[in-house]
């Protein structure tokens, strides 16, 4: 069964930085894409970064220039590194994957990221 397991997150002031990590027990090549969603109390799980299977990335516009997604075949590992990071960051962050074909959809089991001073 696959699986996308979750690390990193937690606390940090304004203008921190965190990384996330997950790790899928399949190869991260064997998706159409990756990508991290986050999900904030009362809100919509939203979009913000996207990694193609040819390495192409899609950011939301609220972290352009401060979010990068990563991978790491070696490690079959996929990362969000977060810079400069505000209150309005914090929410519940999950890992994604397509597979390819585009026919099941699996996420992690979600990591607390909370932006306070």
């Known amino acids: 069964q696959m699986q996308l397991v979750q690390s990193g997150g937690g606390s940090v002031q304004p203008g921190g930085s965190l990384r996330l990590s997950c790790a899928p027990t399949?190869?991260?090549?064997?998706?159409?894409?990756m990508g991290w969603y986050r999900q904030a109390p009362g809100k919509e799980r939203e979009s913000v970064a996207i990694?193609?299977?040819?390495?192409?990335?899609n950011y939301a516009d609220a972290v352009k220039g401060r979010f990068t997604i990563s991978r790491d075949g070696a490690k079959n590992m996929l990362y969000l590194q977060m810079n400069s990071l505000n209150p309005e960051d914090t929410a519940v962050y999950f890992c994604?994957?397509?597979?390819?074909?585009?026919?099941?959809?699996?996420w992690g089991q979600g990591t607390q990221v909370t932006i306070s001073s």
């Open positions: 994604n994957a397509v597979s390819l074909g585009k026919v099941f959809q699996y």
């Open positions: 399949r190869s991260i090549f064997n998706f159409n894409a």
């Open positions: 990694i193609t299977k040819d390495g192409s990335t």
